[in-house]
């Protein structure tokens, strides 16, 4: 299965900056998506990450708030713009190859804190 | 039932007993459903997972049961050991986009 890094693995940034998370696979994979995980709260789908053009985004997330890029099959970020306390989750990177007989892997996220 | 910021549902268990945890999902047209285990510290970790044309599926101490009928899905773990103690998240998905949904979550605490 696939192994999945972040980086940073946590971070305590003031309101108003951006942080830009960094997701690593170590084999190349079809989709890179990205979660966010609100404290004590379950995962919910931010974009997908498409490689060679720009991010799919969910309902009520936009790009001007999480730019994301994926300039290969290998490597995402997520950057988490103009950070308000709302802001203040676990980030989880996830990647699947498009084979039906794998299951998605995820990173072990990213936990920011904004004061 | 639902649960709200940090009030995940629970389920309690002794050492060796054997644990159920369910899954209600909404979506009719989801073809895959998927068991994760998360760790406190840890992303989530695949367990096991389904298609929508299997009732059942079994792996190591584990057995995910599909009822399409009544949109439910659970997972059975047997003889629960201390290391199963996590949070559970059940998980689905339709088409060929691979994007989940989560559930909701349950602890699960195992008593030595």
């Known amino acids: 299965s696939a192994v999945i890094s972040q980086k940073p693995s946590r971070d305590i940034c003031q309101r108003g900056t951006s942080l830009t998370i960094q997701c690593q696979v170590d084999s190349q994979v079809t989709m890179m998506f990205w979660y966010r995980q609100q404290p004590g709260q379950s995962l919910t789908l931010i974009a997908t990450?498409?490689?060679?053009?720009?991010?799919?985004?969910e309902s009520g997330f936009v790009i001007d708030k999480f730019p994301i890029s994926r300039p290969n099959l290998t490597f995402s970020t997520l950057t988490v713009s103009n950070m308000s306390p709302e802001d203040s989750s676990i980030y989880l990177c996830s990647a699947h190859t498009g084979s039906p007989s794998q299951p998605q892997h995820f990173g072990d996220g990213t936990r920011l804190s904004i004061l | 039932g639902e649960s709200v910021g940090l009030h995940l549902p629970t389920l309690s268990v002794q050492e060796g007993d054997n644990s159920i945890i369910n899954c209600a999902y909404s979506n009719s047209a989801s073809d895959y459903f998927i068991w994760y285990k998360q760790e406190s510290g840890k992303g989530p970790q695949f367990i096991i997972d389904?298609?929508?044309?299997?009732d059942k599926r079994q792996g190591q101490r584990v057995t995910v049961l599909l009822n399409k009928t009544v949109k439910h899905l659970s997972l059975q773990i047997a003889a629960t050991q201390p290391g199963d103690s996590a949070v559970y998240f059940c998980a689905e998905s339709g088409g060929s986009n691979y994007k989940l949904t989560f559930g909701k979550g349950t602890l699960l605490t195992v008593n030595p």
């Open positions: 389904i298609r929508s044309n299997m």
């Open positions: 990450a498409n490689q060679g053009s720009e991010a799919t985004y």
